[in-house]
């Protein structure tokens, strides 16, 4: 399969993404300019994390107005696959292809560091070759993380099975003390209601590498392949 790692001003996690994809995970990868309108064939985009446009107004409220943003919610609107990771999920809740918002973190202070997530839901394709009962150890790195959305959409959220991971402990355990950034009920992850636009603060490409004495995120990358090869 192929991806296409979208570059905005002021993105810096693309070429974090761009190895995983490429070296750990041997697919073929290519970057996509935030000028371009054409996604070079790609079969599934991602939005790599950074501070787009210097994090002005909101992060990722101008970042969702480059012109590939257009086909990158063409690709969506016909069943493409479409990943945010940080600053990735902040444009697509601001370009209204995932529900809800990223707030500033509770504490008011930039977030770096290791966190445990966990899966509720490995029925996609982000998630279907991940343990619902194991703790994976994932970086964070945001100031604007909190995840929130009114009550009704919240209610869908949980209703449609679109939470796709929790902050929790070390054990898997889901409390207020594992929560990094005041998300309402410790979501760290969404989908869309087609479960084909995923969105998460956590960084995965982070946690791929045997180098870096942690594989924990390379499950998802795993799920993803295997959902285009089983396809």
């Known amino acids: 399969m192929k991806f296409g790692v979208v570059v905005f001003p002021?993105?810096?996690?693309?070429e974090d993404m761009v190895y995983t994809l490429s070296h750990i995970m041997q697919q073929e990868t290519v970057k996509l300019w935030h000028n371009d309108q054409d996604l070079k064939g790609c079969d599934a985009i991602v939005l790599p994390g950074g501070f787009s446009y210097g994090d002005y107004l909101r992060s990722g409220a101008i970042a969702r107005f480059s012109p590939i943003m257009e086909k990158v919610a063409e690709h969506?609107?016909?069943?493409?696959?479409?990943l945010g990771i940080c600053n990735g999920f902040q444009v697509l809740c601001e370009a209204?292809?995932?529900?809800?918002?990223?707030?500033?973190n509770t504490s008011r202070k930039f977030a770096c560091?290791?966190?445990?997530?966990?899966?509720?839901?490995?029925d996609s394709i982000l998630t279907n070759s991940v343990p619902k009962s194991k703790a994976l150890k994932i970086p964070i790195a945001h100031g604007e993380g909190n995840y929130f959305a009114d009550a009704?959409?919240?209610?869908?959220?949980?209703?449609?099975?679109?939470?796709?991971?929790?902050?929790?402990?070390?054990n898997a355990?889901?409390?207020d003390e594992a929560n990094p950034n005041g998300s309402l009920e410790n979501i760290a992850g969404v989908c869309n209601a087609t479960k084909n636009v995923f969105g998460m603060m956590p960084h995965p490409e982070r946690a791929a590498d045997a180098e870096l004495f942690n594989e924990d995120g390379k499950s998802l990358f795993e799920s993803i392949i295997k959902s285009f090869v089983t396809a």
């Open 96 to 104: 209204g292809l995932l529900p809800g918002a990223l707030l500033h």
């Open 173 to 175: 355990n889901i409390s």
């Open 76 to 82: 969506a609107a016909k069943g493409g696959f479409v």
């Open 10 to 14: 002021g993105s810096n996690c693309d």
């Open 113 to 122: 560091k290791n966190v445990y997530i966990k899966a509720v839901n490995n």
């Open 152 to 170: 009704k959409t919240l209610k869908a959220l949980n209703d449609n099975n679109q939470v796709l991971f929790r902050y929790c402990d070390e």
